[in-house]
Each structure stands twice: as C-alpha cells, then as structure tokens.
C-alpha cells in the first residue's frame, strides 16, 4: 500500500435516543476541500487544475466536476445538507464550488491557529461539533482520527455522526461516497 494512502477510515457513533432532544433537520454533509476534493498527491485523471487568489496570494488546487455532481446526487437521496467544513472557508464557495457546479453553501468558520486541540483533536472538530448541534452529520475529511472521534462522541449536543476519512493522495472516491449514502440511508430507520 502506498505510503499515505490509508483504507477508508469510518466509525459510527451512537447516543443513547434520551441524550439527544427531538432530531427533526436533515442530517448534514460536511465536505473538506485540501485533501477530499482537490488531492494533494500528483495530477490525477479527471481532474482540472485551477489557479485561485486569496489575499494576494494564488493556490493551484485540481477539481474533478464530477465530484460536484456525485455530492448534488447524494444529498439529493440522503436529504442531507452539503455543507463546508475547510479552511477556504467562504472562499471555497467563490474557487471550489463554481467549477464544481455546487450551488452557494452555508460554512462552517473555522478560525486557526490550525493546531491540535487539548485532547490532540483537529483544530476544525471544536467548530464542527459547534456547528451542527444535534443534528446527524457526516464529515469527509482527510485529517480526522480518533482523538476527533472521541471529542465528538463526549461534545454536549453532538448526536450521530459518521467519519469518512478521505485519503489525501486521492481524493474523495466512490467507495467513500457509499460509506455516506449508505450510512445517511440508514438513518431513517433508526428509533
Ligand atoms: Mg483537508
């Protein structure tokens, strides 16, 4: 197995129903941009390279426009809410989502500095446990481990969640989209 390419990583958490009041939203769809959709590794087939400026500064990322329209499918099955979770921030929905053919979406703020937290969680996982309050989500992300899992599974207000983590050298793959779908379907049979 190549170095830094790491089998999907999922993990399933469940409160009790009693600690979690009445989920009545549709589950979340937390998608990374650095690692998920645009690969950190060599250029990958499929892909276009594009160049983005912020703050004076320019980044070349490579998109592949069909992950636009396999998170649109998704969510469009799953009922759940495409939201980012990344450092680009806003930014992500002026140089990610167009060429993705991804519609504006809400963010979460993820203000650094970009340093583990006190339990060795990633910087991003006290916004997110934040951000969703109850709701169930699922988070594709490259760089959440266990500490993240644990700091969510013990956060107030934190219910189901499911983990997907992306390999960075990849990209977000089909089999990471299944673990989703498969997980978010399966939320509306649970008690
Ligand atoms: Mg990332």
Redesign the pocket.
């Known amino acids: 197995m190549p170095e830094g390419v790491r089998p999907g990583l999922a993990r399933q958490i469940r409160l009790p129903p009693a600690t979690i009041a009445h989920v009545t939203e549709s589950p979340l769809l937390l998608v990374?941009?650095?690692?998920?959709l645009n690969p950190l590794g060599g250029a990958l087939p499929g892909f276009e390279v594009h160049e983005c400026v912020v703050d004076g500064q320019t980044y070349r990322v490579q998109l592949n426009p069909g992950h636009g329209a396999a998170l649109l499918a998704l969510a469009a099955d799953t009922g759940a809410e495409l939201v980012w979770a990344?450092t680009w921030e806003r930014e992500a929905n002026w140089w990610i989502g167009p060429p993705l053919g991804l519609p504006e979406l809400p963010v979460v703020e993820v203000p650094g500095p970009a340093l583990p937290g006190g339990g060795g969680e990633m910087f991003k996982t006290p916004h997110v446990a934040a951000y969703v309050k109850g709701r169930p989500f699922v988070w594709l992300?490259?760089?959440t481990w266990e500490p993240d899992e644990e700091y969510l599974r013990d956060h107030p207000g934190v219910g189901d969640f499911l983990l997907v983590h992306v390999s960075?050298r990849l990209g977000l793959t089909d089999a990471d989209l299944e673990q989703a779908r498969d997980w978010l379907k399966a939320l509306d049979r649970r008690p």
């Open positions: 990374d941009v650095d690692g998920v990344t992300d490259d760089h960075p």
